[in-house]
Every structure is written in structure tokens, then in C-alpha cells.
């Protein structure tokens, strides 16, 4: 299933990342701010179960989730750039990290860094990447988290192109997609247009 964001504001919220003379702090932001939105959308089918509290009025039952059964793993570098908003979601979820590059010249992700929580494989991970091009490194992340035993597991994405959906569709059609915006598609050089550049280096500051 894949899901693209449809809401004015997400819209206008993208539209200011796209600029390129938006700062760096406005960036890292609006991507945090997005974020949050995205992870709200993939737990709408989150499980809750019944506990009594007590009000300032009287005792009820309320609806609460189990936020340890909650994992985000963010794709390096530009992942990172994610976290702070679905954290806002869900504090006390684990967090992991899988360290991809993208070959420049074959397109396709090396692996560098692979830490993942304790029990990963109890728990439905959450993958994070804002971008979402030719699929490579989204698949082979996908990838590691099954070796892993990971049996739940939904992409976050700020921007897509659709070869990227495409591709994880065709390799893991049982992975959930949610999406801020599908953009046109790719450049020859691998890279979504109109996009909004790199990420990574438009988050940290490095170019």
C-alpha cells in the first residue's frame, strides 16, 4: 500500500523546501514538522489497548498504545533529519540506524553501518528516508531489516519519485509506503525532479 500526503499545508510546506534559498534551520525544521505528520498517518492503525485514569473530574478508560513496540530506523545520513518528528509521535520508541552511500557511478547502495535495537524482529519498524529515488537503498534496507527477522515494517518519505515506489513495490510489496509528495520522476543521473536537491547536505549545512 502506498499512501501520498494530500493537504494544502503539506503542500505549502513542501513548496518551501523545493526553494532553494530556504536556510538551513527552515529546512531542518519543516522536515521534522513533515515528518511528524507522516508518522501520525502510518499509526492509524495502531493497536490500543483499555487503561483506567484518573481525572481531575473522575476515573475512565482511556486508549493507549505500547510505544515499545515501536522501532524508527533511520537510513544515514539524511534519515537523521527525521527523527526528531516521529520522536514527537512516539518518545519512547528504539531507535537504529542503517549506513547506506549510493554508488555515483552504478547507482546502487553500499552498505557502511548496520546497529539495530535489541528484539527488532518483536517490534514494527518504521524506515526513514525524506528521499525516495531510484528504490536501491530503501530496498536493501528493507532487506536487512527482514534478515534481522523483522516482520512490520512502513517506509516514511518526504519526496518520491515513482521508479522508487515502483521498486519497492515489485521487491517488498508487503512494505507500507507513506509519502509527503510524488514528484515527476528521475534525471538521468538518478536524481528526482523537481525535487528539492540533497537532502542530507540541505539538512546539515554541508554545501
Not at 528539492?196 to 540541505?202: I, P, Y
Given at each position: 500500500m502506498e499512501k501520498i500526503l494530500d493537504h494544502p499545508l503539506i503542500k505549502h510546506k513542501i513548496s518551501i523546501l523545493r526553494d532553494e534559498k530556504t536556510s538551513t534551520k527552515e529546512f531542518r525544521e519543516l522536515i521534522s514538522e513533515i515528518s511528524m505528520i507522516?508518522?501520525?498517518?502510518?499509526?492509524s492503525d495502531a493497536k490500543t489497548y483499555d487503561k483506567k485514569i484518573k481525572t481531575p473530574i473522575k476515573e475512565t478508560i482511556g486508549k493507549v498504545i505500547d510505544e515499545n513496540n515501536y522501532?524508527?530506523?533511520?537510513?544515514?545520513?539524511a534519515g537523521m533529519g527525521m527523527v526528531?518528528?516521529?520522536?514527537?509521535v512516539i518518545p519512547n520508541a528504539r531507535i537504529g540506524h542503517i549506513g547506506l552511500y549510493r554508488n555515483e557511478e552504478t547507482l546502487e547502495p553500499v552498505k557502511y553501518y548496520c546497529k539495530l535495537p535489541k528484539n527488532i524482529k518483536d517490534k514494527e519498524v518504521i524506515l526513514l528516508d525524506p528521499m525516495l529515488a531510484t528504490g536501491g537503498s530503501a530496498v536493501s534496507a528493507i532487506s536487512m531489516l527482514k534478515?534481522?527477522?523483522?516482520?512490520?515494517?512502513k517506509f516514511l518519505c518526504i519526496i518520491a519519485a515513482p521508479e522508487g515506489i515502483k521498486k519497492i513495490k515489485e521487491v517488498h510489496p508487503d512494505v507500507d509506503i507513506y509519502c509527503a509528495n510524488?514528484?515527476?520522476g528521475l534525471n538521468d543521473?538518478?536524481?528526482i525532479f523537481p525535487g528539492?536537491?540533497?537532502?542530507?547536505?540541505?539538512i546539515y549545512g554541508t554545501k
Open positions: 507522516l508518522c501520525y498517518e502510518a499509526l522501532a524508527f530506523v533511520p537510513i544515514l545520513r526528531d518528528g516521529v520522536l514527537r534478515q534481522d527477522g523483522v516482520k512490520r515494517i510524488l514528484d515527476e543521473i538518478g536524481y528539492l536537491g540533497d537532502a542530507g547536505d540541505r
